[in-house]
T-cell receptor, first 114, second 114 residues
Framework: SQTIHQWPATLVQPVGSPLSLECTVE??????LYWYRQAAGRGLQLLFY??????ISSEVPQNLSASRPQDRQFILSSKKLLLSDSGFYLC?????????????FGSGTRLTVV | AQSVTQLDSHVSVSEGTPVLLRCNYS??????LFWYVQHPNKGLQLLLK??????LVKGINGFEAEFKKSETSFHLTKPSAHMSDAAEYFC????????????FGTGTKLQVIP
């Protein structure tokens, strides 16, 4: 069966420090991978999506970057965190090119920048 | 272009009474529609999905939703609320494409009163 792992679950980082959040998927090949951010009262915002290794698309200009070094690994990074980067970050995967399959989400990372 | 509107940001029901969470969508194509549930500090879990088959869709935990094309609605219902249903619910619309890009509603927080 397919599973998705996301870590860490919670993270408190000072302003200006680097960030690395990791997401891995098991039980599927060549998935679409996504990073979402959920800020309080603002719903889910798509940050990045990837349709293959090394292929990253950014939805919004921001302080963050993403990489996909392996087929089932998706990493969210920042060189210097801002206070506004605080939020709940969710990784998700879906079937490539498939309509109607929905997303499978990771358990999320609560990031607090102080 | 696609969009989704969740008409209520908060809904409060008594335990054992029916639940209705409203969702309207806009889509240029025949969409796929989903409902997700998120418990505090958890990832999103798929409740149910509509993908152009039966218009009445049954999901997990006793939830169901009816796709009404004439009303562009996909409301989520449950006959009898349970305390464990207290969570935030997201309506999602997806159109076909080379990758699966979806649009999330802003969420409805369901409170269940004992």
């Amino acid at each position: 069966s397919q599973t998705i792992h996301q870590w860490p679950a919670t993270l408190v980082q000072p302003v200006g420090s680097p960030l690395s959040l990791e997401c891995t998927v098991e039980g599927t090949s060549n998935p679409n991978l996504y990073w979402y951010r959920q800020a309080a009262g603002r719903g889910l915002q798509l940050l990045f999506y990837s349709v293959g290794i090394g292929q990253i698309s950014s939805e919004v200009p921001q302080n963050l970057s993403a990489s996909r070094p392996q087929d089932r690994q998706f990493i969210l990074s920042s060189k210097k965190l801002l206070l506004s980067d605080s939020g709940f970050y969710l990784c998700a995967w879906s079937v490539l090119g498939g309509r109607g399959y929905g997303y499978t989400f990771g358990s999320g990372t609560r990031l607090t920048v102080v | 272009a696609q969009s989704v509107t969740q008409l209520d940001s908060h809904v409060s029901v008594s335990e054992g009474t029916p639940v209705l969470l409203r969702c309207n969508y806009s889509s240029s194509y025949s969409p796929s529609l989903f409902w997700y549930v998120q418990h505090p500090n958890k990832g999103l879990q798929l409740l149910l999905k509509y993908t152009s088959a039966a218009t009445l869709v049954k999901g997990i935990n006793g939830f169901e939703a009816e796709f009404k094309k004439s009303e562009t609605s996909f409301h989520l219902t449950k006959p009898s609320a349970h305390m464990s249903d207290a969570a935030e619910y997201f309506c999602v619309v997806s159109e076909s494409g080379g990758y699966q890009k979806v649009t999330f509603g802003t969420g409805t927080k369901l409170q269940v009163i004992p």
